[in-house]
């Protein structure tokens, strides 16, 4: 998968919640929206991603999906 | 089937409640107070003479046929103008009313030619009829006298013909043109025996504002308004009730026949999408289906390079069964997938995820809706409860405040729009919210009170404005939000729209509308009355597409403009079956009814009645197959009706993604852009093939009807079946109904529907099951679908799209009237007489500054690749943006859109792209090298090898 495709599409998904005024929520809200709508190896591939160092992802993208919540 | 000639009852129904009873020709006869005498009449089974009065148009009383006697009152009042009273005692047959009856008719006929034998509307004549009627016997003044018989007919309308000589100034063309289409293009010049019809100022229909719609046709009682295909082939014999197969308005039309062929498409008078209106397109361009392009042999290659070889439809169904089970051997299961169309049928699309989900057993089946109204289906769904529209068409007449936003109904709905343009015309006030002076804003009879011109990408900016200044003002409807809404979302919310970088003072530097004007606008929607929101592709397509609907949705729980006639939120569907193809659970994400793949209970539902286990992980959608088979892992794509090369954006990187690709099946009526990508071409059907259902903006299931058999032998949905027997997955239906059955039986919003009801009913809107049996007309009347209503916080964030030094202008991209997506239809039509080739608007200001005139070649050139049309100079666009339209694949116009989408959805953001124009002297170096391809492509189709030869070789 392009992950420059990747790490974009996680950040503008990041943008959106990151409004959310509950921080757990907009947590939750990214992690839960990446689960529900990104087809298997898009998330595996965006996990290596992250544990390659996960450059250009937002910091609140990072904390959302770090930690296998999105596996 | 259908009658051929319906009832016309002379003036339009009244909806009145007071009743009031007379008594006519001897027959009590009550009728709703309002009614005309003529259809009171009607309703009592007396037909009263009438030629310039019709069922579709306001009465008016020219051509005195139709006069009646009522008791105690003086003279012959004229039966289509005066309104039934209680107690009335009429007569309308009398020796004196025959006298005078007679008496209009014979000065009718002496300036009429007699040739009713060879005309074309013989047959089908209400002058001829009323010559009958009457008991016209003698003319007494001959033709000695002067008349028009000589007149020349204007035959520039490459669908009809205008023939004065056989005019007789009944106006019906003229007040449909009004009433009806609201083009104001006609007019009676002249006075006296000089008055004729006249398109604008005496020019020809071509030459005139008319937009070829159809309604003047259909009114004209005679011959002079006549279509073409009427002249040529003579009167039809049967007619079969249908739906038009372009847009989301999914107008019901007769398909009126002799035998087989198609002599005409008029709008159905009882069609509740378009009451008995119609465009252009639904009316006029359905030539395309028995085009000489049309391919209607199977055909197979081994590359792309090779020529194609005509084959059997079993030889073409195994080879791609095969070579999808070899795909998957060695690369995984989920290494292929399907996509659907907006233009199949309901049960077409079904069929398809079933067979990507039963047969291939992976949820990779995605629908175009992917890159129109998906961001719909995520933002209604995620604050009202339901991915759908809240209201039917007709609700407009009960709307005081229009917004449109987004969308340009007169070009891309256009029969809704004329039903819009009425409501306006009666009062209603409208808002326009669009980067282009669109026709609407400024046209005859009908005025923006506020429009809105924003700069693309800005939608979620102004629309919190709006909701900032409706809030901080105190216009919101607090009761309705108290008792309707959740609660701790609602206060979230309030506080963000609340805070100071919100207000419309602060964004006008993003969105470029006046904060004044904003204001006006925000106070028109929130107190002016019923407010409804209709909104197009300028809201989905963006980076933030699924943001702005949300954003809308929460503008209408915030004002209560839900749950009644006359409000609501109205996404208006690109494509015929846009929201169709959607409900039938052709997403990667989604069972059909919109429940997702992870919901076991769903699931386990469809493994039961499907006997097969269904995957709970979602599968890819359209732009991650492309990147998928671009990094390898997606091989196989079976694709129906859908032409992805030219419709999805960044088409190189599009083109790379299918070359990388192993099997691309494409069924499909032409040899499409993506064809020329394939490696097996199943011959598609058009609408006129077969049965199915559509389902339009409104949630409206209309039946599609077969008229003629398939022009290859297998309508799409056979073709799909076959495809899963070959697979080892049978599917044995043996009717579309049967596959209705089976929806019906798995999804809770259609339990209720059948083609029986539907044949019964007309159409219906769902939900239609146990709780509303005939249907939704409109949802969320007393609490949300998901209960409570729920305000989402949309934070304006700019798209990556951002105009630089090299590349200084906005492109945004559009529609127009006559042509349709991506054109493989209408281009093949004379609608191409309206529109030969997309052009890019550029406002005068940009254009001086690039030394561009009007008419010149321009290269466009952004981030993506590099396209070359001719310009057009018009202050419709603002300075700094351009404009234009996709349906010439030679234009490139997704050559130039880049491959940003949607955050929620992937929807592409065709609405805003960082581009420079500067003038050029030869065609992009894309489009070289596309002629070149489909050259290539058109000599190895050309080439192909004949099936009788293929088969004598075994
Ligand atoms: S075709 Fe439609 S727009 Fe044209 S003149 Fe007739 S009614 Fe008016
Ligand atoms: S063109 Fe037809 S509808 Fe129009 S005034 Fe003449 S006869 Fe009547
Ligand atoms: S408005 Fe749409 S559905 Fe109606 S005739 Fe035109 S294209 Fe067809
Ligand atoms: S039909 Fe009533 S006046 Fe013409």
New binding site residues.
Partial sequence: MNQQHLVRMANNIGDFFEAMPDRQEALDGIAGHIKRYWEPRMRKEMLAYINAGGEGLSDIVREAIGGGRIA | MFKLTETDYGTPAQTSDAQVTLNIDGNDVTVPSGTSLMRAAADAGIMVPKLCATDSLEPFGSCRLCLVEIEGRKGYPSSCTTPAESGMRVLTQTPKLQQIRKGVMELYISDHPLDCLTCAANGDCELQDMAGVTGLREVRYGFDGANHLQDAKDES?PY?TFDPSKCIVCNR?VR??EE??G????TISGRGFESRVS?GQEQS?ME??????????Q?CPTAT?QDKTVIMLGQPEHSVVTTCAYCGVGCAFKAEMKGNEVVRMTPWKDGKANEGHSC?KGRFAWGYATHKDRITTPMIRAKITDPWREVSWDEAINHAASEFRRIQASHGRDSIGGITSSRCTNEETYLVQKLVRAAFGTNNVDTCARVCHSPTGYGLKTTLGESAGTQTFKSVEHADVIVVMGANPTDGHPVFASRMKKRLREGARLIVIDPRKIDIVDSPHVKANFHLQLRPGTNVALVNALAHVIVTEGLANEKFVAERCEEKAFNDWKAFVCRPENSPEAMSAVTGVPADILRGAARLYATGGNAAIYYGLGVTEHSQGSTAVMGIANLAMLTGNIGREGVGVNPLRGQNNVQGSCDMGSFPHELPGYRHVSDGVTRSQFEQAWGVSISPEPGLRIPNMFDAALAGSFKGLYCEGEDIVQSDPNTQHVAEALMAMECIVVQDLFLNETAKYAHVFLPGSSFLEKDGTFTNAERRISPVRKVMPPKAGKADWEVTAALSNALGYPMNYKHPSEIMDEIAMLTPTFNGVSYAKLNKLGSIQWPCNDESPEGTPTMHVDEFVRGKGKFVITKYVPSDEKVTRKFPLLLTTGRILSQYNVGAQTRRTDNVMWHTEDRLEVHPHDAEDRGINDGDWVGIQSRAGETVLRATLTERVQPGVVYTTFHFPESGANVITTDNSDWATNCPEYKVTAVQVMPVAQPSEWQREYQRFNQVQEDLLNRREPVVAAQAEK
């Fill in positions: 309308n009809f063309c449909a043109c009806t289409q083009t104001f293009a006609l398109a229909f005139s504002e008319c937009v070829s719609c159809g309604a003047c046709v009114a308004l252009v």
